[in-house]
């Protein structure tokens, strides 16, 4: 196989433990690195990405953040868009009504309203540290500062976000997208956006024929579908594999170095 560019979700994908590449991993990206340029592409932080990135040694390369929300090339803003105030202040209504907590991000910032054990294993998978603030003054700070949500977690039980899902998806699914990370978790982000629109906008003499994915979630079966090969992991969701070129092992198995040994010869 012959591509120009690998772009690869990290957590349950890339990512052989929770927060981080294993040395397979990073010895089968040093191999290829020189001929293909290798983006990652993941929900997360830009600074939950970064470390990944040094590990990897490819922090000359643009990552895709927030799930295509932002795009940074080193330190300058290649694309951002956000969850505006009023949609923002929706959510948080509608949240409190279920006792659904919010965790949101913006840049490299992240605000939740106060400890939890959810809370505590973000920082663990992630490397991340939030501020702990009333998420009514995050919002009210954000419309004086002009700036929104790249992301938003609602945390819950299964009961509480099964009722939000659907009350959010049925009020707001015009403009953004739920995912169900889990049966406590839901991210929301803008629906103009995907990891997709965000890789067509780093192409440059490239064509998304000359792209390899790998994923394993909802929110990356776009991107696996559209580019030149996807490749699931063999822990991806049923619907993603059905819809993937290939399917390799678990990311506990190094599925993706796995591959790229197999599949890309340098």
């Not at 399917?247 to 599925?255: D, F, P, S």
């Amino acid at each position: 196989m012959t591509y120009k560019i690998l772009c690869s979700d990290l957590d349950g994908t890339l990512l052989t433990t929770k927060n981080d590449v294993s040395d397979v991993t990073i010895s089968e990206i040093n191999r290829i690195k020189k001929h293909i340029k290798v983006i990652l592409v993941s929900a997360r932080m830009p600074k939950s990405m970064r470390y990944l990135q040094e590990r990897l040694g490819i922090e000359n390369l643009p990552i895709i953040c927030y799930n295509g929300a932002l795009v940074l090339d080193s330190n300058k803003e290649l694309f951002s868009t956000f969850i505006d105030s009023k949609e923002l202040q929706t959510i948080h209504k509608i949240a409190e009504q279920h006792s659904v907590k919010l965790g949101l991000y913006y840049m490299d910032e992240w605000y939740v309203p106060e400890d939890s054990e959810r809370v505590q294993k973000e920082i663990h998978h992630t490397k991340a540290e939030p501020i702990f603030e009333d998420t009514q003054t995050t919002l009210t700070n954000w419309e004086k500062r002009g700036v929104g949500a790249h992301k938003i977690m609602l945390m819950g039980t299964k009961e509480t976000t099964d009722a939000i899902f659907n009350e959010l998806s049925n009020l707001l699914a015009d403009t953004l997208h739920f995912y169900r990370s889990n049966d406590t978790l839901i991210e929301v982000a803008p629906k103009t956006i995907s990891k997709l629109s965000a890789i067509e906008l780093l192409l440059k003499d490239e064509t998304l024929e000359d792209v390899i994915a790998f994923g394993d979630n909802y929110n990356d079966m776009e991107m696996l579908a559209h580019v030149g090969c996807g490749v699931a992991v063999g822990n991806g969701r049923d619907e993603v594999k059905k819809i993937a070129k290939h399917t390799t092992l678990k990311n506990t198995e190094n599925g993706v170095a796995h591959f790229i040994k197999q599949n890309i010869l340098i």
